[in-house]
């Protein structure tokens, strides 16, 4: 069951749709699952860190590893967060994704080969790894509604490419199949959210000269 999750991109798919939900109402539950699923709640929280750290952002001493009902698993900046160029954070919101999305396309194929080999041991542990990261380690609810709601909603142009999202993911299906569609899907998000996070960057230093 394991191995047929991970190989199945809607299950994957369900699968971090309602873990996500669980984090906002069942938080017993979603403790029991980012424990389970640890390594993609650490890679979650590290891709917040890392990238922190890279741009200059301070986080809290404490990270929220195991989420609670006030905070999910993930990376909380201290409090002078508005006094911080909006790109910055915009990366760092997005870091899970940057950082999650090639580690399971690599992984996708590993199990591949790893089941075409005959190795069911390898196959489990590599299986559980995918799901781990794919349901764990992509952005939380909230990192999507930081960026919907500090980079997107700011930029009309940036809404009207994600009207397009539909065709692409559409296109994707007929080009390819259902998998190719969901991973050129993401990375389309991925570019206009950097296009439009760049935007604003390029935008504050013009001002500031």
Excluded at 66 to 95: C, K, Q
Excluded at 120 to 147: K, N, R, T
């Amino acid at each position: 069951m394991v191995m047929q999750i991970a190989l199945d991109i809607n299950l994957l798919i369900l699968a971090w749709v309602l873990y996500a939900l669980l984090q906002y109402c069942w938080s017993g539950m979603s403790k029991f699952i980012s424990i389970l699923l640890l390594p993609g709640t650490l890679i979650h929280v590290a891709s917040h860190y890392l990238l922190a750290k890279l741009l200059n952002i301070k986080p809290y001493v404490t990270l929220s590893i195991i989420p609670d009902e006030s905070h999910r698993a993930g990376l909380y900046t201290s409090t002078n967060i508005y006094r911080i160029n909006s790109w910055r954070i915009g990366f760092v919101a997005m870091a899970p994704l940057m950082i999650s999305l090639p580690m399971i396309i690599l992984l996708r194929w590993i199990l591949k080969v790893a089941i075409n080999l005959g190795s069911y041991a390898a196959s489990l542990i590599i299986a559980w790894l995918l799901i781990s990261i794919f349901v764990c380690g992509l952005p939380s609810l909230a990192d999507l509604g930081f960026i919907a709601s500090n980079v997107i909603i700011k930029h009309p142009d940036t809404i009207i490419a994600l009207l397009l999202l539909p065709t692409i993911y559409i296109l994707g299906t007929m080009a390819y199949d259902n998998e190719v569609a969901v991973y050129g899907t993401a990375l389309y998000i991925t570019l206009v959210a950097m296009a439009s996070i760049l935007g604003e960057a390029k935008k504050e230093e013009i001002i500031i000269d």
